[in-house]
């Protein structure tokens, strides 16, 4: 993609330089093309200057005085207000604009193939405007972010990292086809994705987008952005609910309690702003419900309490047991028995598996 910058002049030549030429070549003053024209000494003067406009109706005149034709006037005009334009905001851009820009991961952007891998600041600047759709970055406002995301001791937060992330998420989903948003198809859905989770990424991926299309969810997989702190979020983007993941942790019991915590929070709190489900850190009210509903989604709660109350020795076969009867996969199990402090975290781990989802 060619950068923006390139050609642009350094200095705007006004098409009064050429008037002037033209006037010099035929032996007219000024006065003398004012006359003939009709129009005043001053105008004609300030349009040599640069700095009154020559309209459609003095080209037309022009044309007819100088013999240059009206279209060379008005595209001279034209380019030139547009020179003008364009050094002006290039100032702007370096005063205003490249600071901003340095506030984002460009490189680890570049990397990924989000912008296109240049070095100069100036141009860095122009690429992100681009990629975030605004006119300067100070329109990178956050929308209404759920509080659970916020620093923690682990990740040094960054907000310009989050809002790239968030922004790759919307732009990838532009690009999936949905139903209109249906929460009642979406409830009854949740039995075929809870099935789901026993099979293979080659299989559960394509069939569980084409599932969540079905309700009207946008299902898209954005790669882990550094600082950004989210295992997942779920957004808005016009009348279409999108949740992406960034499978920052790869384990399968991970990744389908991400899945179904970010199910929650569109069948629990729909259309109230973004929200990011952080990888570490304190959790909102709103957090911790969409945690209890993805818990309760996966696995029954009477069905775990009885599971919990009669297994003695919490061994692989009878999780494996447990998880066929249920129609989860046995990760989901010990994830939660971990996460409950009934399973050393170093125990059963055979049952976790971890997936590639998104190429690194």
Not at 229 to 254: F, H, M, N
Request: hydrophobic share 40%.
């Amino acid at each position: 993609m060619a950068i923006e910058t390139r050609g642009w002049p350094d200095l705007a030549i006004s098409p009064g330089e050429l008037l002037a030429e033209t006037l010099d070549s035929l032996g007219l003053k000024q006065a003398e093309l004012a006359r003939r024209t009709g129009r005043p000494v001053q105008a004609i003067n300030e349009i040599v200057k640069g700095v009154k406009e020559i309209t459609p109706e003095t080209a037309l005149q022009f044309e007819r005085v100088l013999g240059v034709p009206a279209h060379i006037w008005t595209r001279l005009e034209a380019d030139y207000r547009q020179d003008l334009a364009r050094l002006h905001d290039r100032k702007r851009l370096e005063e205003r604009e490249v600071p901003l820009a340095k506030q984002f991961p460009y490189r680890e952007m570049a990397a990924y193939g989000w912008v296109p891998d240049v070095k100069d600041w100036l141009d860095r600047a122009i690429e992100l405007l681009r990629f975030f759709r605004v006119s300067s970055l100070d329109h990178v406002q956050e929308r209404e972010l759920e509080a659970a995301w916020r620093r923690s001791a682990k990740v040094a937060a960054s907000r310009e990292a989050l809002r790239a992330w968030l922004m790759r998420g919307e732009r990838d989903a532009e690009g999936v086809q949905v139903a209109a948003f249906g929460r009642d198809v979406l409830l009854e859905t949740l039995p075929k994705l809870r099935r789901l989770t026993r099979e293979s990424p080659a299989v559960f991926c394509p069939r569980m987008t084409t599932l969540l299309a079905g309700c009207g969810v946008a299902l898209v997989f954005v790669r882990h952005l550094p600082r950004t702190g989210a295992q997942g979020a779920t957004q808005w983007v016009g009348r279409k609910a999108v949740i992406q993941l960034s499978v920052r942790y790869r384990w399968a019991d991970i990744f389908w309690f991400s899945l179904f915590h970010e199910l929650g929070h569109l069948l629990l709190h729909q259309h109230k702003g973004v929200f990011v489900n952080p990888s570490s850190g304190e959790k909102s009210d709103r957090e911790q419900e969409a945690d209890v509903f993805a818990s309760d989604a996966l696995i029954p709660p009477a069905s775990y309490k009885r599971f919990v109350a009669s297994c003695g020795v919490l061994s692989a076969d009878p999780v494996e047991s447990f998880a066929r009867e249920v129609e989860v996969h046995p990760s989901i199990v010990v994830g939660r028995l971990k996460h409950e402090g009934l399973l050393p975290h170093s125990h059963l781990n055979d049952l976790r598996p971890r997936f590639d989802i998104v190429d690194e």
